[in-house]
Nanobody, 116 residues
C-alpha cells in the first residue's frame, strides 16, 4: 500500500501563488507517473498536470504557462507550483500516482480557494 500526503492548499487572492506538495510513502517501488487532478464543485475530476520519472510533463491547456509540475524521485514527492491563480482554479486538488495503467493511488485532496 502506498500512502499519499498532500500539503500546501489554502486561500489566495486572484493573481497569487501557491505550491502544493505530495509525498508518497509505503510501497513506492515502481511509481511511474505522478501528478495532480482537480475537481471543482459540481464538475468532474480533471487532469491538471502529470510528470514521468524522467521529468517529461503533460499539462492541461488551462494551466499552461501558469502551473509548473516537478518531482523529486529520491523523496517520492511531486510538487505543483501555481502562479497567476484565477477564480476558476478553485477546486479540490488530488495527488495521483500511477504504477501501471491499472494500478493507481489517490491522495485525500487539498482545497485551493482563489477569492478576493
Amino acid at each position: 500500500q502506498v500512502q499519499l500526503v498532500e500539503s500546501g492548499g489554502g486561500l489566495v487572492q486572484p493573481g497569487g501563488s501557491l505550491r502544493l506538495s505530495c509525498s508518497a510513502s509505503g510501497s513506492t517501488l515502481g511509481i511511474e507517473l505522478m501528478g495532480w487532478f482537480r475537481q471543482a464543485p459540481g464538475k468532474q475530476r480533471d487532469m491538471v498536470a502529470l510528470i514521468g520519472p524522467s521529468g517529461i510533463t503533460n499539462s492541461a491547456g488551462s494551466v499552461k504557462g501558469r502551473f509548473t509540475i516537478s518531482r523529486d524521485n529520491a523523496k517520492n514527492t511531486v510538487y505543483l507550483q501555481m502562479d497567476t491563480l484565477k477564480l476558476e482554479d478553485t477546486a479540490i486538488y488530488y495527488c495521483y500516482v500511477q504504477f501501471s495503467p491499472t494500478t493507481v493511488a489517490w491522495g485525500q485532496g487539498t482545497l485551493v480557494t482563489v477569492s478576493s
